[in-house]
Antibody
Framework: QVQLVQSGAEVKKPGASVKVSCKAS????????ISWVRQAPGQGLEWMGW????????NYAQKLQGRVTMTTDTSTSTAYMELRSLRSDDTAVYYC?????????????WGQGTLVTVSS | DIVMTQSPDSLAVSLGERATINCKSS????????????LTWYQQKPGQPPKLLIY???ARESGVPDRFSGSGSGTDFTLTISSLQAEDVAVYYC?????????FGGGTKVEIK
C-alpha cells in the first residue's frame, strides 16, 4: 500500500532553515510527482510547489521563490523540502502528497504532516 | 493566479439531509482539448491530512462513499453530500489544478445541526 512517512516536528528560530523529509513506499517513486502543501494553525491549505520524482523538475509558488528548494533522492524514494530564512508566519503543518500524474495535479496520497514551529 | 472562492464558509445540516458546497474559480478550469475540468475536492478532519474525494470535478476516488458527488463545469462547481452522516463532519476544500500555482478554496466547515 502507498505510504508517505514524514520526518518529525521541528522548532526553529527566525532566520533559520528547516528540511522536511517524506519517505515513499508501496509504488514506483519515479512515476509520480510530489506536491508540498502547508497549513498554518487554524487556516486553510496552501500549495507550496511540486517536484517530478522522474527528472527533478520543480515548480514553486511565487511567494516562496528563493526560499524553498524541493529535491528527491530516488535511491531511497525520499522527497525533501527545505525552507530558508524562516519567519513566524512559516509556522505550519507541512504535508507532502503524491500526485496522480507526473505533472502538478490532484494528490491522492498524503503524508501525516510535519509541524514546523518558528519562534524566538 | 486562479482564485477559488467557496461558499458558504460553514453549514450545519441534520443527519440524513443533503449538504451542498459551492466553489467558483476566477477563470475557467475546463481544458478544451480533453473536455476535462481540472477541479478536485478534499475532505479534512481535525488532526488529519486532507483526503481526496473527487477529481476531474466529478470522478469519485476509489473507496469514497457514493453519497459524495461532484458536479459543475467551467467556473462553477458543487460538492453534494446526499445524506449527511456523523463521520462527514469535516472541512471541505476545492482545488484547481488547471494551472500553477495550484490554488485552494478557503474551505467549508460542515457540522451536524
Amino acid at each position: 500500500q502507498v505510504q508517505l512517512v514524514q520526518s518529525g516536528a521541528e522548532v526553529k528560530k527566525p532566520g533559520a532553515s528547516v528540511k522536511v523529509s517524506c519517505k515513499a513506499s508501496g509504488y514506483t517513486f519515479t512515476s509520480y510527482g510530489i506536491s508540498w502543501v502547508r497549513q498554518a494553525p487554524g487556516q486553510g491549505l496552501e500549495w507550496m510547489g511540486w517536484i517530478s520524482a522522474y527528472n527533478g523538475n520543480t515548480n514553486y509558488a511565487q511567494k516562496l521563490q528563493g526560499r524553498v528548494t524541493m529535491t528527491t533522492d530516488t535511491s531511497t524514494s525520499t522527497a525533501y523540502m527545505e525552507l530558508r530564512s524562516l519567519r513566524s508566519d512559516d509556522t505550519a503543518v507541512y504535508y507532502c502528497a503524491r500526485d496522480m500524474r507526473l505533472v502538478p495535479a490532484t494528490s491522492n496520497f498524503w503524508g501525516q504532516g510535519t509541524l514546523v514551529t518558528v519562534s524566538s | 493566479d486562479i482564485v477559488m472562492t467557496q461558499s458558504p464558509d460553514s453549514l450545519a445540516v441534520s443527519l440524513g439531509e443533503r449538504a451542498t458546497i459551492n466553489c467558483k474559480s476566477s477563470q475557467s478550469v475546463l481544458y478544451s482539448s480533453n473536455n476535462k475540468n481540472y477541479l478536485t475536492w478534499y475532505q479534512q478532519k481535525p488532526g488529519q491530512p486532507p483526503k481526496l474525494l473527487i477529481y476531474w470535478a466529478s470522478a469519485r476516488e476509489s473507496g469514497v462513499p457514493d453519497r459524495f458527488s461532484g458536479s459543475g463545469s467551467g467556473t462553477d462547481f458543487t460538492l453534494t453530500i446526499s445524506s449527511l452522516q456523523a463521520e462527514d463532519v469535516a472541512v471541505y476544500y476545492c482545488q484547481q489544478y488547471y494551472s500553477t500555482p495550484l490554488t485552494f478554496g478557503g474551505g467549508t466547515k460542515v457540522e451536524i445541526k
